[in-house]
Nanobody, 125 residues
């Protein structure tokens, strides 16, 4: 049974950092593209970052230079390191098998099949 479990969310002040984790079970994560998405209240879910099965990384323009995606195959986990957080980063963050990221007029998309339950990130003073 495929399962994705996010953790690491919380309340942080503007300029702070958080590291989100996406732990996978039921499948070997490194064979898949893994995406991070977020959804703020009243807004559509958007792709934030993606790491492909070949470890190519993609970032939405809004987070490029601040967020870093990585994977630890031994732990079957993908991480999203988020630095210099802004109030507009406040959202529920989800990981998924598959990606949809728009960046600099281009995009990277692979079909999204499975979602985690999400973790809340709140950036506020």
């Amino acid at each position: 049974q495929v399962q994705l479990v996010e953790s690491g969310g919380g309340l942080v002040q503007p300029g702070g950092s958080l590291r989100l984790s996406c732990a996978a079970s039921g499948f070997t994560l490194d064979y898949y593209d893994i995406g991070w998405f977020r959804q703020a209240p009243g807004k559509e879910r958007e792709g934030v970052s993606c790491i492909s099965s070949s470890d190519d990384q993609y970032y939405a323009d809004s987070v490029k230079g601040r967020f870093t995606i990585s994977r630890d195959n031994a732990k079957n986990t993908v991480y999203l390191q988020m630095n210099s957080l802004k109030p507009e980063d406040t959202a529920v963050y989800y990981c998924a098998t598959g990606c949809s990221v728009y960046y600099s007029g281009s995009s990277y998309y692979t079909r999204v099949r499975d979602w985690g339950q999400g973790t809340q990130v709140t950036v506020s003073s």
